[in-house]
Nanobody
Framework: LQLVESGGGLVQSGGSLTLSCAAS????????IGWFRQSPGKEREIMSC????????NYADSVKRRFTISRDNAKNTFFLQMNRLNPEDTGIYYC???????????????????WGQGTQVTVSS
């Protein structure tokens, strides 16, 4: 499975962006998916995860009610809609996938074998 992100860029505080992650090499139907973020000077951390059935999603506290993860299995693509962005949201965003039914209670970098190359999001104040 290969993943390629798109949609990053520069946005003003309060604005919105939608990141996309296109998968190839296999279908996403049986994969849990997610997004990590690595902000300057910080460790990479999980922002959101969605189960393979799409019935279950979770979010980091810092992005709850602002970010929404979604998937379109017909297009083999998933998304991260980001609203009310603030400068603390600046970072490199990585899409991830793993052959899992659900999202583990504790997610680490090792949870996911498949990673995109990352896309830069910069939020100006």
């Amino acid at each position: 499975l290969q993943l390629v992100e798109s949609g990053g860029g520069l946005v003003q505080s309060g604005g919105s962006l939608t990141l996309s992650c296109a998968a190839s090499g296999n279908t996403l139907d049986d994969y849990a998916i997610g997004w990590f973020r690595q902000s300057p000077g910080k460790e990479r951390e999980i922002m959101s995860c969605m189960s393979s059935s799409s019935r279950s999603t979770n979010y980091a506290d810092s992005v709850k009610r602002r970010f929404t993860i979604s998937r379109d299995n017909a297009k083999n693509t998933f998304f991260l809609q980001m609203n009310r962005l603030n400068p603390e949201d600046t970072g490199i965003y990585y899409c991830v996938a793993e052959y899992l039914v659900g999202c583990p209670h504790q997610i680490t970098l090792a949870t996911f074998d498949y990673w995109g190359q990352g896309t830069q999001v910069t939020v100006s104040s």
